[in-house]
């Protein structure tokens, strides 16, 4: 009886991921989406504790253990989640990635032992001890589950470490053939481990953690931190297959459901991320893009620009018809969201006509700047997105560009040796005026020269963006 | 082989079935809720907790290496899971709360 409302429960459960995901598809009912999933998820857990009962019948103990953990890890969740500033939130859900990542290795660690304490038992040597078909299969689940789990862990803490800036890029020569060879180390020894796996040798098992961490960690490290939304997007779609394999383990269908669909969904994410830059995910994983390899271009630096001051720029923008600010990550750093949709509302006053230019990665992840421009009120209508922002660049006579660089580089579409090369990007160029506000001429992620900033129609105005936004303010209010 | 294959149908079936809708689902997201949805999908995936769940369940009182590990694990899935709801919730209010300007 019990079992069957288990049952129940889980395939409720799995309608709810589905609808939530699903619901995420649609501004308005993103929010009832997650709460959704959210429900379901309690379901299952609920259900899992009171209702499990394994082969033999046995319902669950350590209930203390279990209840223990879970409200400390909720405790942690709920506090981390809430603290978290928007800008942060790239890395945050990083970090919790590599949670589940970890979670699913430590299962798989766990059943190990569990499989191997046959081997210590006294005596096991006439046991007569065959690997059929269904325990090579089990086995694998295993094995695949601590090797996902691991590389998704210990990934995703390099990826929440470089995006907050404790970690720093490192790359060395040979060092994806290093990671090539620690991975054929790690299959090798599960393939092994898989047909021959015995008393003597199942120790080697643990190896299979350690070399994982050491995998995840060389595969992320090299990776530059404009393309860590698609190595998180790739490692999140990882747990979930390592959430899957722990289905296989449990033969539980919701674990299976729910880490299939993020596998499959975040995999296609990730495709579709990597598209938006125009890039392969070959070429992210083994480029070295945003490292120190891109010099080709920055060879032909130089050249004049002019500045412009902040009563200058205000004017400019006052007495404009349209208005195009161009957000990126120097906009998230400043935290000058809320300044932005001031200085908008003061420029509606005056009747210029404001939007916003979003490009699909400007800041550090798909959709983070409509995030932080939400987050000030900004609304929707607008926020207009590649294409349309392109169409309307022509007729537009100032565009505030702030702290983006990469993404208004027309290198991407006229230098065919710029490793931006072929990215869509905003035609900024298009337009009367560029106003482009930045901390120093330093080049931007992708560390190349941006000719933009040398055209005769742009002129600069350095500082950090919340600063410089406050300035305009009140010159635009003086005006 | 094929033997395992027949003995796991159903687990094959689902696993295709599921790969085609998470294709399906996710092709039709606007890129602007692009963080969102990999914050949502990030939650889901913490249901890997449910196994933590049942091998912490599963322990022996006495098998404090699997306790550990498994109370670990549990608190590591369950984090996944709360933080992962959370911050997709706090991304989508502010999604909710453009949509009317004028109340603050």
Redesign the interface.
Known sequence: MEGNILTLIYII?SVT??L???K??N??K??N???I??AG?TL??LG??FL?K?ENG??????G??F???I???I???L???K?K?TA??E??S???G??G???A??S???F??LSETFTVPGWSEVPWNLT??M??HTLTIYAGCLIGTVSFAGSMIAWGKLNGKIKDFSFKGQHILNLVVLAAILVLIVYLLFDLNPANYKLFYLIPLLSIVYGVLFVFPIGGADMPVV??LL?SF??V???C?????????????????????T??TI??CK?MNRSLKNVLIGNFGGSNATSSQSKTGGNYKEISVSDAAVAMAYARKVMIVPGYGLAVAQAQHACHELEKLLEEKGVEVKYA?H?VAGR????M??L???A????EK?L?MEQANDEFKTTDVVLILGANDVVNPAAKTDPSSPIYGMPILEVEEAKMVIVNKRSMKPGYAGIENQLFYQPKTSMLFGDAKNVLQQLISEVKNL | ?L??IS??QQ?IY??IL??????E???????????????????????????????????E?NNY???I???????????????????????????????N?NK?
């Open positions: 459960a991921f589905i939530g995901l699903k995420l598809s501004p308005a993103a929010r989406g997650n709460l999933a959210a998820m299952a857990i899992t504790i499990y394994d046995n319902t669950l103990h350590n209930y253990w279990i223990a953990g879970i400390i890890g909720a942690i969740g709920t981390a989640a809430n978290v928007m939130m790239p945050m859900v970090m919790f990635n949670m589940g970890a979670c699913a430590l299962i660690i766990v059943e032992n569990h078909g269904g090579i299969g998180i997007s999140n747990t979930g390592a959430a899957a722990g289905g296989f383990l449990y033969n539980n269908k919701v674990m299976l459901t729910g880490g299939i669909l993020v596998g499959a969904a975040g296609l994410l579709l991320m938006a979003i699909p992840m798909p959709g983070h409509n995030v421009l939400a987050e009120d900004v609304n929707y926020l997105e | 082989m033997n395992w003995e796991n687990y689902i696993v599921m790969i085609f809708l998470g294709i689902v996710i092709g039709r997201v606007p890129s602007v809720l692009h963080t969102p949805l990999m914050s949502g999908a990030n939650a889901i995936h913490g249901v890997v907790i449910i196994g933590a769940i049942i091998v912490m369940g599963k322990a009182s290496l699997a306790l590990l498994g109370f670990l694990a549990v608190i590591v899935g369950t984090l996944n899971v709360v933080g992962g709801f959370v911050v997709t919730n706090r991304m989508l209010e502010m999604f909710k709360g453009k949509k300007p603050k």
